[in-house]
């Protein structure tokens, strides 16, 4: 029985990885394509970011009340419904274009934090001590797998059929993201627990240092690259799907390095390889080719990165009195680190810089996450 909560959860985020690399990753690059200047569409998803940290404090009452994997459930449908808001940006009819754009930002907010506080908690219940770095590691695959396909499939539907029928079609795979849970078990929350608020700030900042590292390493190269390739979808779909095969190769070896008792070395190997991609996206993104080539290597290193981070964070919020409560009270910091990222890249590519310093930026997060992990194993005494 421990395996087949495990297995319903590869499931769907096999499906949930299908809607990120389909549609999540088109968010910035579609508004581009709407009229927005590439500043413009970074703060506007920086705006979703700083709506979801808004709105944190919504999801301890419905985890009161109805369980965890409710509030992954709700997440679910709240983002189908800001899918099938997006092709209507900047507007229609009647409603002006600020309205909607500021609609789509608040209900993207709110299913967003809705599904990642809540899925965080909820795996982080499920996952098994012993195996969690193997778990986390699968979970790594699966979407390394699946982005080999969806952003392609996503980019021509986009390009071809149109942003209606291309991100309705994303949003029925959303809501069919539901069905592998339904069965699962749905972990309480308890109405009153303490955290260490030591651990707590300590995770709290590693999430701010990976969110500011995700914003330069992945939001801000998506819409460069997105832009290298003359704002066609399908060229950047494609782009990404070839990343894919390499994020693919790379995805189970960190997480057998942290079980078999290595994490130091997947910590080298990791974010090593982290600062190698982030040099090379930043020297590449004026050159189609060359710039699809350090898509391929992020990509490489993506699901390294996460595994090596996730393993010790689901450890953190394991070790907590309370799951749920140590999510909320550390993954803002993810919040502000990325919409920072976007902000700071915002206001220089409207001064008329270019996105290479941006993507540079993100060198300073590798850095303090290499060592804030570093210092954790450390105090779990492993040595190698």
């Known amino acids: 029985m421990a395996a087949d909560p495990m297995r319903r959860v590869y499931i769907h985020v096999g499906l949930q990885s299908f809607v990120e690399s389909s549609g999540g990753l088109f968010i910035a690059g579609f508004l581009v394509s709407q009229g927005f200047s590439n500043g413009m569409a970074l703060a506007a998803f920086a705006g979703t970011l700083l709506a979801r940290f808004a709105l944190r404090g919504l999801v301890l009452p419905l985890a009161w009340r109805a369980g965890l994997r409710t509030v992954v459930l709700a997440g679910v449908l709240v983002r189908v419904v800001s899918f099938l808001l997006l092709p209507l940006v900047p507007g229609v009819g009647p409603v002006p274009a600020a309205g909607m754009l500021a609609l789509f930002i608040l209900v993207t907010g709110l299913g967003s934090v809705l599904y990642w506080t809540g899925w965080h908690s909820f795996v982080s219940a499920l ?3 012993d195996r969690g770095g193997r778990q986390v590691s699968i979970q790594q695959a699966t979407t390394a797998v699946v982005g080999i396909v969806a952003p392609l499939v996503g980019g021509v539907l986009v390009d071809r059929a149109g942003p209606m029928i291309g991100f309705g079609t994303i949003a029925l ?7 592998p849970l339904i069965g699962a078990p749905n972990p309480h929350v308890a109405r009153e627990a303490m955290l260490d608020r030591q651990l707590t700030a300590f995770a709290r900042r590693l999430y701010l240092s990976e969110g500011f590292h995700a914003g330069c390493a992945t939001v801000i190269w998506n819409l460069a690259l997105f832009v290298t390739l003359g704002q066609h979808f399908d060229a950047f779909g494609g782009a990404i799907a070839v990343a894919g095969v390499a ?3 790379g995805s189970l070896l960190i997480g057998h390095l942290i079980d078999g008792g290595r994490p130091l070395h997947s910590l080298a190997l990791a974010y090593g390889a982290a600062i190698l991609a982030l040099v090379a996206k930043a020297l590449a993104f004026a050159t189609p080719l060359a710039a699809v080539g350090a898509t391929a290597l992020g990509a490489l290193v993506t699901p390294m990165a996460a595994t090596a981070m996730l393993a010790p964070l689901y450890a953190m919020a394991r070790a907590s009195s309370c799951t749920l ?11 502000l680190g990325c919409s920072l990222a976007c902000l700071i890249a915002a206001g220089l590519l409207e001064a008329g810089a270019g996105f290479r310093l941006p993507i540079l930026l993100g060198l300073i997060a590798v850095a303090a996450i290499w060592r804030m992990l570093a210092l954790w194993y450390g105090r779990q005494g492993v040595t190698a």
């Open 247 to 249: 994020a693919a190769a």
């Open 325 to 335: 409560r140590f999510n909320m009270a550390t993954e803002g910091g993810w919040d």
């Open 127 to 129: 996952a098994d001590s």
């Open 173 to 179: 795979v959303q809501l069919a993201a539901v069905l």
